[in-house]
T-cell receptor
Framework: DAGITQSPRHKVTETGTPVTLRCHQT?????MYWYRQDPGHGLRLIHY???????DKGEVSDGYSVSRSKTEDFLLTLESATSSQTSVYFC?????????FGPGTRLTVT | RKEVEQDPGPFNVPEGATVAFNCTYS??????FFWYRQDCRKEPKLLMS???SGNEDGRFTAQLNRASQYISLLIRDSKLSDSATYLC??????????FGTGTRLKVLA
């Protein structure tokens, strides 16, 4: 157990609204990641962080922003949710080279 | 072409059978390799890292073939509880983890 929690676990929101997902870790890991998982695709990296206030874009970052003001929290914001952002979102940390995942947030945009 | 390719399955095998999955990757700069297991509607969980010399963990054996750019996972004496989707993952650089779409395994009683 890498001590990763995500909130909310489920959310339904309307197109055009902003949404923030939270990833919280308790073990002071430096690297944190946000992925989305969709049928027919492997997990795809949205953004990652290599320290407080240090973030960078991943493969599918359009429409998403992140913030990391504390080591333990990595926030993912959908600035104006669209139906194409309906997905399962996983947060991860890396310990050495190995990644460990949070339980996921199931987001539906109607 | 996807960077990491896996047969989606499903592989339906009886309890006690031996089953093997392969995964091919296209990026020759990939340095590290992993197998994850994912149960339905759950997060991926690390099953094992894959080392150049191959490695074994109980009933699970992983092999890496850099020349042909594939990794494999062998499961011996399959259990019902092994039913899951198995994800192949490569890492190049510091953060570039590439995930396959997974191979579904169903172990039948």
């Amino acid at each position: 157990d890498a001590g990763i929690t995500q909130s909310p676990r489920h959310k339904v929101t309307e197109t055009g609204t902003p949404v923030t997902l939270r990833c919280h870790q308790t073990e002071n890991h430096r690297y944190m990641y946000w992925y989305r998982q969709d049928p027919g695709h492997g997990l795809r990296l949205i953004h990652y962080s290599y320290g407080v206030k240090d973030t960078d874009k991943g493969e599918v970052s359009d429409g998403y922003s992140v913030s990391r003001s504390k080591t333990e929290d990595f926030l993912l914001t959908l600035e104006s949710a669209t139906s194409s952002q309906t997905s399962v979102y996983f947060c991860a940390i890396s310990l050495g080279l190995e990644q460990y995942f949070g339980p996921g947030t199931r987001l539906t945009v109607t | 072409r996807k960077e990491v390719e896996q047969d989606p399955g499903p592989f339906n095998v009886p309890e006690g059978a031996t089953v093997a999955f392969n995964c091919t990757y296209s990026n020759s700069a990939s340095q590290s390799f992993f197998w994850y297991r994912q149960d339905c509607r759950k997060e991926p969980k690390l099953l094992m890292s894959v080392y150049s010399s191959g490695n074994e963990d109980g009933r699970f054996t992983a092999q890496l073939n850099r020349a042909s750019q594939y990794i494999s996972l062998l499961i011996r004496d399959s259990k019902l509880s092994d039913s899951a989707t198995y994800l192949c993952v490569t890492l190049s650089g510091t953060y570039k983890y590439i995930f396959g779409t997974g191979t579904r395994l169903k172990v039948l009683a």
